[in-house]
């Protein structure tokens, strides 16, 4: 054999392993850093019981409660729920939920439903024993009785949570180079000048632009549909990322800010198998009314439109 095929195959041989070395590397990496922001929920007393009508209480076809959220076989490609909460965590404080936004993944139709729960929404706060603000469960009780509480409200499970801390969030939207809104006033925020109309915003920007509500004529309204614009953004730029260095990237950026119960092994089967089938992200909105109670504002959603919401979930998820 020629000494110039011997030294190909040689430096082809080394290239490989040198590749196969670093792609195992950048494996572990990812592996490590998902796995430190995995974080179980917390077990709960108070069990979420959901009827076969959709409502909460009375006799029930099952019991759930965060212990045990239902198991989602996603090698077999089924559908499930997911709570994103933004956290406005500060030292010494536990923080509220500052956004509640539920998602439901159906890749059987191509599509991820979408819509916030008005963090002012008066609900039972579950385990608590009041009846409150629903952002205010996060303080209460954190995660678990977050979920506990939502899954109440609904009357429909969440399989999966994902906690961001809003400063958190502001770095995956720049690693993910940003996000395009179309703003339908103007108005200036925590001293950003958003103009009306197209806008490129960068991560500083887009949380601004998330979080103003009193000078938006829709108010709390107005404000979580501008979170979910946002929201929809960076779920379909998020989706359209291959390559795992960004991936290992993304994650090393977050890693402090971002918690989940969503296994390694979950997201690797989000990436392989649902990733691709995701085309579509439609939004709702539940509505209701302002009221003062006891000198308090809240948001009050009424039986039926609870109802309502619950048959929207169930009919997306079949």
């Keep these: ?157 969440v399989n999966y949570y994902i906690k961001v801390n809003m400063e958190g969030f502001a770095k995956i939207i720049d690693l993910l180079g940003g996000v395009e809104v179309n703003n339908p006033f103007a108005f200036q925020y925590e001293g950003y000048d958003f103009k009306q109309g197209d806008l490129k915003l960068d991560g500083s920007e887009a949380l601004a632009f998330s979080r103003m509500r009193y000078d938006d004529p829709r108010g709390d309204l107005g404000r979580n549909a501008r979170q979910r614009e946002i929201l929809e953004q960076v779920i379909n730029n998020a989706l359209k990322i291959s390559n795992v260095v960004k991936i290992e990237s993304l994650l090393n950026q977050v890693g402090d800010s971002v918690r989940t119960d969503i296994s390694f092994d979950n997201m690797k089967t989000f990436v392989t198998d649902y990733r691709t089938d995701l085309k579509t992200i439609e939004q709702v909105e539940i509505k209701g009314q302002g009221k003062k109670i006891n000198g308090i504002w809240y948001y009050m959603v009424s039986e039926e439109e609870r109802q309502r919401i619950h048959n929207v979930i169930k009919e997306h998820l079949q």
């Excluded at 020629?2 to 990496?29: D, F, P, Q, R």
């Excluded at 490590?32 to 069990?47: D, W």
């Excluded at 959901?50 to 996603?74: C, R, Y």
């Design 1 to 157: 054999m020629k000494k110039w095929v011997v030294s190909t195959i040689a430096v082809v041989s080394v290239l490989v392993v040198g590749v196969a070395g670093y792609g195992l590397y950048i494996y572990n990496s990812v592996k490590a850093t998902a796995n430190e922001i995995y974080e179980k929920r917390e077990p709960s007393v108070v069990p979420v019981t959901v009827s076969s009508d959709g409502k909460t209480g009375g006799q029930a076809d099952t019991t759930k409660s965060a212990e045990n959220p239902p198991a989602v076989h996603l090698n077999e490609r089924e559908p499930f729920t997911v709570l994103v909460m933004g956290v406005d965590q500060r030292e010494d404080d536990p923080g509220r939920s500052d956004s509640m936004i539920l998602l439901t993944v159906n890749p059987a139709k191509q599509s991820i439903l979408m819509f916030n729960i008005p963090r002012d929404t008066r609900t039972e706060i579950v385990g608590h024993g009041t009846t409150d603000k629903i952002n205010h469960a996060y303080a209460f009780g954190g995660v678990n009785m977050s979920v506990a509480t939502v899954e109440h409200f609904l009357g429909y499970p």
